[in-house]
Nanobody, 122 residues
Framework: LVRLVESGGDSVQAGESLKLSCYAYGYTPDSRYFLAWFRQAPGKEREAVAAIHAGTGTQFVADSVKPRFSISQDNAKTTVYLQMNNLKPDDTAMYYC??????????????WGQGTQVTVSS
């Protein structure tokens, strides 16, 4: 059973930074697939934020958060991080970790975490 557990969400002021972490319990890394972060604001669709290829480390970052956000993973490929700098109120959302998918394509991911809340006030 795969379980993704996010942490690091908080309430911050605009301009501050946060680093989110996600540990994938029971997940066997597959070098063909990606680990990723998505976010969902109230009343909006869940959108892709960033993804990293488990094998090569190649990163894809959504244009909406470039260059403020970056994604990384640990050597075991079971923990993925999201570094968020210069946060803006529009970044307020629930942030979800996902595993086993392709790039920034939401429908391809079959493992999801419960989410961690990020709130940015102006």
């Amino acid at each position: 059973l795969v379980r993704l557990v996010e942490s690091g969400g908080d309430s911050v002021q605009a301009g501050e930074s946060l680093k989110l972490s996600c540990y994938a319990y029971g997940y066997t890394p597959d070098s063909r697939y990606f680990l990723a972060w998505f976010r969902q604001a109230p009343g909006k669709e869940r959108e892709a934020v960033a993804a990293i290829h488990a094998g090569t480390g190649t990163q894809f970052v959504a244009d909406s958060v470039k260059p403020r956000f970056s994604i990384s993973q640990d050597n075991a490929k079971t923990t993925v991080y999201l570094q968020m700098n210069n946060l803006k109120p529009d970044d307020t959302a629930m942030y979800y970790c996902a595993a086993g998918g392709l790039r920034l394509v939401k429908s391809t991911y079959n493992h999801w975490g419960q989410g961690t809340q990020v709130t940015v006030s102006s």
